[in-house]
Structure formats: C-alpha cells, structure tokens
C-alpha cells in the first residue's frame, strides 16, 4: 500500500500516515488476516486507525517518509469515521506531498554528467529493442554488464572510503539513510 521509488527504495518508503487529535502519531498496528504468519500485517497507515478493537481513532492523515520527514496533517472529518465509509477517503494529497519530498530528495542527491545519463538512458534502450531481436544477445550483454559492474563499484566505494565523507553525506548524495550507504559501501567493498 507504500509508495516507493526504484531509485531511493525503503529509505524513502512512503505512506499516508495517520495522526491522532493531539497531533501525535499512533503506534503501528497488526492486524491479522488469518492464521499464518504471513497473514499478519503491520502498518501505521491512516486506514487501519478506525477506533474498533482497540485502536486508536485517526483524526487526520498525512504523508510519511520512512527517512523520517512528515507533511502537512489534514483532517479527517468524523463522518467519514461514523458513516464506516473510511475507505473512501481521498489521501491523494498526501501523496503529492510524497512526491514533492522525493523531488526535494532528488535535488539533493549528487548529479550525473549529462553525457553519462544520456549513455545509461541510451543502453537501456538498445537493451529492451536487442531483447525483442535477439534475446540471447541482450543476455549476453547483460551477462557482461553483470561482470563489469561489481569491479566498478568497488573501486568507487573505496575511492569514497578514501575520501573519508560521512555516511550522513554519502546518504544525501544517494539518497538514501546513512545506514543504507554504509551497507551499499560494504556490499561494493567486500567484493572479490
């Protein structure tokens, strides 16, 4: 139910969140959809504040990052809460206010030179039409990318070791949390 981004991923996650009458977020809840482990979900999405079982009762929504950034708090009006008609709730709001903050995150990240986008954006095409031609030959090719890139990551990331940025500064520059750029650095580092 999440809105994700393929660059930024779970450092980025976001959802329409709910907040209490006081402001305050709930804590997550579970709900149970039957008797398997995997039949239980936890969420701290808007839907599941209704006030049955226990639950805390939402007064409003908001979108919520898992980076940790929060937008504007709107109102859910008690009607929609009595008439049991909370699924019908509009929260495309907090979603473009997601959206606005990915586009912040963007901003922040480090650029790519045009001519390098340009040549990703161009080998992802000839890859999807080679696909369509010739699959083993896009394979192929993709084979030999699989075999180019870890030895390119592990010299960028040591090349970011050496440079001695903090992960907070790696993060930004990927847009990711720091824990996450610490984990991509470790991942290309431990490379053979």
Do not use: N
């Amino acid at each position: 139910m999440g809105w994700t981004t393929e660059e930024f991923g779970e450092s980025h996650e976001g959802i329409a969140g709910a907040v209490l009458a006081d402001g305050s977020e709930p804590k997550p809840v579970y709900l149970d959809f039957g008797s398997s482990a995997d039949s239980v979900l936890e969420t701290s999405e808007w839907w599941a504040y209704d006030g049955r079982l226990r639950r805390p009762r939402a007064a409003g929504f908001r979108a919520a990052c898992a980076c940790g950034w929060r937008g504007e708090t709107r109102p859910i009006d008690g009607v929609w809460m009595a008439d049991g008609r909370l699924h019908d709730l509009d929260v495309s709001a907090a979603r473009s206010d997601w959206r606005v903050h990915i586009r912040a995150v963007e901003r922040r990240t480090v650029p790519l030179p045009d001519q390098l986008t340009y040549l990703i954006h161009q080998l992802e095409e000839q890859l999807i039409a080679l696909t369509e031609r010739a699959p083993v030959a896009a394979l192929k090719a993709v084979t030999t990318l699989e075999r180019l890139l870890p030895d390119i990551g592990q010299e960028a990331a040591q090349a970011v070791r050496d440079d001695e940025l903090s992960w907070a500064s790696v993060g930004t520059a990927l847009g990711v949390s720091p824990d996450r750029a610490r984990s991509l650095l470790t991942r290309y580092l431990l490379r053979h």
